[in-house]
């Protein structure tokens, strides 16, 4: 069914930026990053059906939040659907996420994780919001970036000092994988 809510989706709300939901081995190996000692607070951008949530709560501990934050109302009843005290869902946009971060009661996240499409947002938007996923990470702290071209690579080593990248081939259509950190 998530298949078909995403490709309905595609067609009528420009923002979504995938044609199907990203693949279980590519969650996997986007997700292996993500050490559950250091996962007190995830945030994810554009979290669509949530192919990432089931996979991230496995992982989490009993008093972690995992907050998703997307703009699709489709997707968001979908999210909301959820029947677990660690998510929180919300239907806003990431620009809007130290306030989200307020609402939720912390400061910072350990991971932030975001598949949104990159290339379709203004450049002085785009570089607030890697600013302030930035600026917003705990001390430790990784974002998480899939996209379906190298081109946030640049973007991603303006804001960050260390920004590794790996490929996804097991993916419609294959996924560049950015981990950034300070």
């Known amino acids: 069914m998530s298949k078909t809510v995403v490709f309905k989706n595609l067609l009528k709300d420009i923002t979504v930026g995938a044609v199907m939901p990203t693949s279980s ?15 007190r607070v995830v945030v994810e951008y554009g979290p669509g059906t949530g192919p990432f949530t089931a996979f991230l709560l496995d992982q989490m501990s009993g008093d972690s939040k995992l ?13 909301e659907q959820i ?12 620009e809007n996420v130290r306030d989200i971060l307020r609402e ?16 379709l947002i203004k450049e002085p938007a785009k570089t607030r919001l890697l600013a302030d996923t930035r600026d917003l990470l705990s001390e430790n702290g990784r974002f998480l ?11 991603l080593s303006q804001h960050f000092e260390n920004v590794e990248t790996d490929l996804s081939i097991l993916n419609i259509p294959p996924l560049f994988i950015f981990e950034a950190y300070r």
């Not at 970036?145 to 973007?155: R, T």
């Open 104 to 119: 939720c009661d912390e400061e910072s996240a350990d991971y932030v994780i975001s598949g949104i499409p990159f290339s």
């Open 25 to 39: 081995f590519s969650v996997k190996r986007i997700c292996k990053r993500v050490r559950p000692d250091n996962a």
């Open 145 to 155: 970036l899939y996209q379906h071209s190298g081109y946030m690579k640049k973007h």
């Open 83 to 94: 029947n677990d005290p660690r998510v929180h869902v919300f239907h806003d946009s990431a």
């Open 67 to 79: 907050i998703l934050i997307e703009t699709n109302r489709d997707f968001c009843d979908m999210l």
